[in-house]
């Protein structure tokens, strides 16, 4: 088993990884860009090392800084998180170079199931429906149109070295094609490093449904079953569920024996997920691998009781899978959403600041996985993700129920949050009787808060500059607001984590 090992990322994905490096017994080590430096997964890591500049170009995306941090720290093995440099096979290749771990896919599995035109190529052949689209990268605009023609309109532009929703874009008509193109490009390039784009065919209000996976580096290989993730907004899931309340047990033993045989047929190991869509006769298509640990990894832990990072460092060290497909089950539902720091009522534009109170929700079924903390300032510079709120209970409805509650209980002070929005998203007709497909948020909230008037805005922003104002009257007379009670100041609050002994 590894001794040390190093997070190369940021926000609640490493606080998640540093987590369950601590319940192993294994140090953990934590990169920072400046603009994190004052960071939550900065202040729970062993040890921490800067890596560069706030733009992730020059810090979290810069492989001879990240490689320099694990080198000089001793770090034996660095996880990656998801986004970033997780399905970068260049990354990995350089890792095993220099006798690194990482704890991801093979360089060689990644670079195929990494490159989504080469996996749909790997697919096609091992007999697995694919979605109709282009089986090269093109540069030549040429070859794009005449693609997108034989293809039909609408297609969609997708980033060909990653997932998440970056560089994606939906493309009506050949007017549309090279700005869509273009736009496309500078986001992949940006997230990933790669600008490289492909096509394929638009389905119009499929459901989007994945399957967890695990192998080890024997060949064993099985799923964890599925989540449903049809609740979009940009292409980026918001709210994720297990199980998917469109599939019946034949179903989801054929999707997730096809996920299995997709895996070996690109000799993959470690965690993964098989994407799928499932068009409106329950036919299912496959979409692409994401070659790394999910975000929505959570729903599926509490459905099954599998750790999924503790599996993922387990096989890394060489550990053989002890879990077998016939002893794997679900219990109960989960669901999860995510709160970014975004403003709904402004088209969703982040929302960069200093979070003045954090107020988690707590009570039984209730996850809350975040990278923040009262006081943090949010950056500017990276994918506002600011926590995963997830729960569960024995059926569909009583999560339901419960996550709008949590909801209601999550206080984030200080920036804009999407968890109102979220909540009307969970709330809805359409979604609590289990019929939402990838156009519900285009259907059903294009228009959310357009209704709000100007008197609510400036009573809003009154409250927050009367808040900040208390805030700073208190603070200048040694005392504090937490959790609605005025408290003294003393090190025990402003700087925490402290032990007896004076250790930190």
Partial sequence: MFGKIMIANRGEIAVRV????????????????????????????????????PPAAESYLDMERILEAARATGAEAIHPGYGFLSENAAFARLCEDRGIVFIGPNSRALELVGD????????????????????????????????????????????????GGKGMRIVSDEDGLVPALEAGRREAKS?????????????????????????????????????????QRRHQKIVEETPSPALDPELRARMGETAVRAMR????????????????????????????LQVEHP?????????LVRQQILIASGTGLTLRQENLLQRGHAVECR????????????????????????????????GIYEGVEVPVYYDPILAKLIVWAED?????????????????????????????????????????????IGKFFS???????????QRLALAAAAFDGLTRTTRAAGLSVRGGKMEIETPWTTLGGWRAGGER
């Fill in 18 to 53: 540093i987590k369950a490096c601590r319940e192993m017994g294994i140090g953990s080590v934590a990169v920072y860009s400046e603009a994190d430096a004052a960071s939550l997964h900065v202040r729970l890591a062993d040890e921490a090392v800067p890596v560069g500049p």
């Fill in 116 to 163: 989504k035109v080469r996996a749909r190529q790997t697919m096609e052949k091992a007999g697995i429906p694919t979605v109709p689209g282009m089986t090269s990268v093109s540069t030549s605009l040429d070859e794009i149109r005449a693609a997108a023609r034989a293809l039909g309109y609408p297609v969609i532009v997708k980033a060909s070295a990653g997932g």
């Fill in 191 to 231: 997230a990933f490093g790669d600008d490289s784009v492909y096509l394929e065919k638009f389905i119009e209000e499929p459901r989007h449904v994945e399957f967890q996976v695990l192998a080890d580096d024997r060949g064993h290989t099985v799923h964890l079953f599925e989540r449903e993730c049809s609740i």
């Fill in 265 to 292: 047929a690109a000799g993959y190991n470690n965690a993964g997920t098989v994407e799928f869509l499932l068009d409106r006769d329950r036919r299912f298509y496959f979409l692409e691998v994401n070659a790394r």
């Fill in 299 to 307: 729903v599926t832990e509490l459905t099954t009781g599998v750790d």
């Fill in 339 to 370: 709160i970014y720091a975004e403003d709904p009522k402004m088209n969703f534009l982040p929302s960069a600041g200093r979070i003045v109170l954090l107020r988690e929700p707590k009570g039984p079924g209730i996850r809350f996985d975040s």
């Fill in 396 to 440: 569909r409805e009583a999560a339901c129920r419960r996550m709008s509650a949590a909801l209601d209980d999550c206080v984030i002070l200080g920036i804009h949050t999407t968890a109102g929005f979220l909540k009307d998203v969970v709330n809805h007709p359409e979604f609590r009787a289990g019929r939402a497909t990838t156009s519900f």
């Fill in 447 to 457: 228009s959310w808060g357009m209704g709000e008037g100007e008197d609510d805005r």
